[in-house]
């Protein structure tokens, strides 16, 4: 008698508690990653916010007249803390992603 094949098992379904586990933990990693940087990037704009407004007060006063910087203030208040993330996430990429590699 010719033996029983065994039936294919799609390449996506999890077996055994081991594969289901480091799954769940691959899911709660990537999620951690997500929030974490939502985080960061919400308290970098805080921040942001205060520099740009300060910057811009400041430099306001001296060189703009008074309509001239209501408008294009909102601009640059609105505008200027998202321009600041890229900087700041790319010295985080270069100061500290290196050190995480090596361990």
Known sequence: ???REKPM???NRHEGPSEQAMYRQALWRLAAYV???F??????LLLNVGIVYTVFA???QYTLD????QKIGQFVLFI???LLLFPEWYIYDVLIAPSRQRS
């Open 35 to 37: 929030a974490m940087t």
């Open 9 to 11: 098992v799609p390449p």
């Open 66 to 69: 008074e309509t001239y910087a």
């Open 58 to 60: 400041g430099l306001a």
């Open 1 to 3: 008698m010719k033996e």
């Open 80 to 82: 200027g803390p998202f």
């Open 39 to 44: 985080l960061v990037s919400g308290v970098l």
